[in-house]
Each structure stands twice: as C-alpha cells, then as structure tokens.
C-alpha cells in the first residue's frame, strides 16, 4: 500500500539509510537548483526533501529552528538586525518573530521554487514570511554577503543545506570572510555544522577556518533530530572580535520574550538549560576538535 522512502544513500553518509513510511506524495518538482519533493509521511507529518536528503519534518523541526536560531539570538543582549542565508522554509524567520529587539530580518534564500512550496505545504514553517520586518532577497547568498554594507548585522544564521549541492561554497573561507565583514563587532554567527557521528574532518576544517576569521569565542554546539542522519546535528557560533559574547550563558534568555505567542505557535524545543547543555561535548569530540 504504502512505498518507504530510503534517504541518506548518499556520499555525504556512504553505508548507512533511513526509512521513512510514505502515506501520500504531495509535490514532485525541480528548481534549477535542486529536485524538491514534498510527501506526507504516516508518523512525522509532513517531510520536505531536497536532492534526496530530508531537509525537515513537521515533528522534530522544532528542534533544529529553535536552536540554530536561539542559540545566537539569546547570546547578545538586543539584536536589532539579522541576516537569514538560506531558511526558504520560513521556520528560521518564525522563530527569529520571537525576539521584539529585531528591527529588520534580511534572508537570502537561492531558491524561489523552495519558498512557493513550502508556502503551499508548511503552513506552519512559512508562517516566518509574514513577519512585517522580513525582507525577502532571492538569490546566491556570496554574492549578497559580498555587496552587504560592513557592520550591519548583529547576527547572522546560515541555515544552510549540505555542502554537495547549491550550499557548496557555504563551507569556505572567503564566504566566512563576508560573513565576518558584514557583522558588527561582537556580532554572532550561527552555522549549520553537520554531524559530531559522522563529519569530525568537515568540522574540524569550519573550525579553524572560523578560528582564525572570528576574533571572538567559537563554539561547536549539537542537538538531537532524529530524522537527520545519526539523528544529531550540529552548529558553529562565532563572535566577532568587539564586545564580549559568552555563548554559554545567555545574556537574552528566551522566556522573557514576549513574543513567543506572536509567531503562532508557542516553544517546543529551546530553554535556557538546553542552551547551556548544547556546548557540552562528547569525550571523542573534544579529542578530535581539539577542544576550546
Ligand atoms: N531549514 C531546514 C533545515 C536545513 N538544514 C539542513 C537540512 C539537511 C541536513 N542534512 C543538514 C541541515
């Protein structure tokens, strides 16, 4: 009756796959990007998969949104002015809503085709886009980040796809150049950073390249989402040298936002222990990070 859809065959985490049951496809298409699929999935609602890889699920997408976002957002004490690259979604821009600090939320998503679909099928997620403070930029985010006005941003997200697609270049050094630039000082960067399970060498090479471009702290920090290979992934926060940012213990913590109503839909994931607790690394980590 109903197909199972095998993922994660793929170079990024050769030997290993993850089923997920199909109730019912909801989209088929391809961007001149990526192929995007979209189907209803019989325990995890509905999944968004591009390139063959599950981007998110309406269950544990809470996870990854909330943490990629409040991670950086409650390190600074008032953050003003926030780039999104990547985050077609609208999950990012939903939880970004939270923060009544924010004066202007710029995204620079590359994919249109993205955006429409998720409108259509993750009402939920793209509810972000109706923010009054979201401005939509549609293009590649290194030529955006390139042209962007030194010191403009009190933190930036890269909510990122995996680096062997459009999200190629995320993972270099002059990208990370553009994105130091373009922060205040003290500024923070939040970085999708893969699995601790599975890419320690990817990890490893982001680190220091991050290290020697942010004079400020640098962090590797991870939770759990089951639907992405390993069932964990991680993130990179950096600080731009200027006032002091202390990733582990947040100055700006989230139960005080008013706004977590406002973006339809109240905190799932996030609190300030599970912020604290995310910086808390596995003994091979630390080993193989080179831990700081
Ligand atoms: N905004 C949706 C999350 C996009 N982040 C990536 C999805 C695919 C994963 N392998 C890595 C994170």
Same mark, same amino acid.
């Given at each position: 009756k109903t197909s199972k859809v095998q993922y994660f065959n793929n170079p990024m985490w050769p030997g290993e796959a993850h089923s997920l049951k199909v109730e019912k496809i909801l989209y088929q298409g391809k961007s001149p990007y990526q192929e995007i699929l979209v189907f209803e999935s019989s325990t995890y609602g509905n999944v968004l998969v591009l390139d063959g890889i599950v981007q998110l699920t309406e269950k544990d997408e809470c996870a990854y949104q909330e943490m990629v976002t409040h991670l950086p957002l409650c390190s600074i004490p008032s953050p003003k002015s926030v780039l999104v690259v990547g985050g077609g979604d609208g999950g990012v821009l939903r939880e970004i809503a939270r923060h009544s600090s924010v004066e202007t939320i710029d995204i620079c998503e590359i994919d249109q085709l993205v955006i429409d679909v998720c409108k259509d099928f993750f009402p939920q997620l793209s509810i972000g886009f109706k923010d009054p403070r979201v401005r939509l930029h549609v293009g590649d985010a290194v030529d955006f980040l390139r042209n962007a006005p030194e010191g403009k941003y009190d933190a930036i997200i890269? =909510?990122?796809? =995996?680096?062997?697609?459009?999200?190629?270049?995320?993972?270099e050094k002059p990208f990370f150049q553009t994105i130091a630039r373009a922060l205040k000082p003290g500024g923070v960067l939040c970085n999708q950073a893969e699995s601790m399970w599975l890419h320690t060498h990817l990890i490893q090479d982001m680190l220091s390249i991050c290290r020697e471009t942010f004079k400020g702290a640098v962090h590797y920090a991870w939770t759990s989402v089951p639907t992405y290979p390993s069932g964990v992934i991680g993130f990179l926060l950096c600080a731009k040298e200027g006032p002091v940012v202390d990733f582990l213990s947040p100055v700006n913590p989230i139960e005080k936002l008013e706004g977590a109503m406002e973006a339809g839909r109240e905190i799932r994931f996030y609190n300030s222990q599970i912020h604290r607790a995310a910086f808390v690394l596995p003994t091979f980590v630390r080993r193989e990070l080179g831990s700081h």
């Open positions: 890269v =909510d990122s796809s =995996d680096p062997i697609g459009p999200a190629q270049e995320l993972v």
